[in-house]
């Protein structure tokens, strides 16, 4: 049973960067995808990049591309998303998973359906 745990979250500005992390505790995550979502408040949680198990191939959803950066170091389990200029609609829990249900990043919409979850990490950008 993987374990995530986010952490790296807090208070910015507008304009600003934050820099997440994701370890997983329970087993190696070395051939699994892996991933970050967030959940405004109101708003259905939505998935914001996936990072491949070896090749280390990601993609981003419309809304953080060219601002965020999703990396992996399978060596100690643990993702990261650097998140730079920041906007008050980047505002949300923060969440990462381990796809358990493929070996690779597919942008379908059918990701993470059989997968390990952590609590989240809460992110705030005033304006």
């Known amino acids: 049973q993987f374990l995530p745990v986010e952490s790296g979250g807090g208070s910015v500005q507008a304009g600003g960067s934050l820099h997440l992390a994701c370890a997983v505790s329970?087993?190696?995550?070395?051939?699994?995808?892996m991933g970050w979502f967030r959940q405004a408040p109101g708003k259905e949680r939505e998935e914001i990049s996936c990072?491949?198990?070896?090749?280390?191939?990601?993609y981003y959803s419309d809304p953080v591309k060219g601002r965020f950066k999703i990396s992996r170091d399978n060596a100690k389990d643990t993702i990261y998303l650097q998140m730079d200029f920041l906007t008050p609609e980047d505002t949300g829990i923060y969440y990462c998973?381990?796809?358990?249900?493929?070996?690779?990043?597919?942008?379908?919409?059918?990701?993470?359906?059989?997968?390990?979850w952590g609590v989240g990490t809460q992110v705030t950008v005033s304006s």
């Open positions: 329970g087993g190696t995550v070395e051939k699994y995808p």
């Open positions: 990072i491949a198990s070896k090749d280390g191939r990601s």
């Open positions: 998973a381990v796809d358990l249900g493929r070996d690779r990043c597919i942008n379908d919409g059918q990701g993470f359906f059989t997968a390990s």
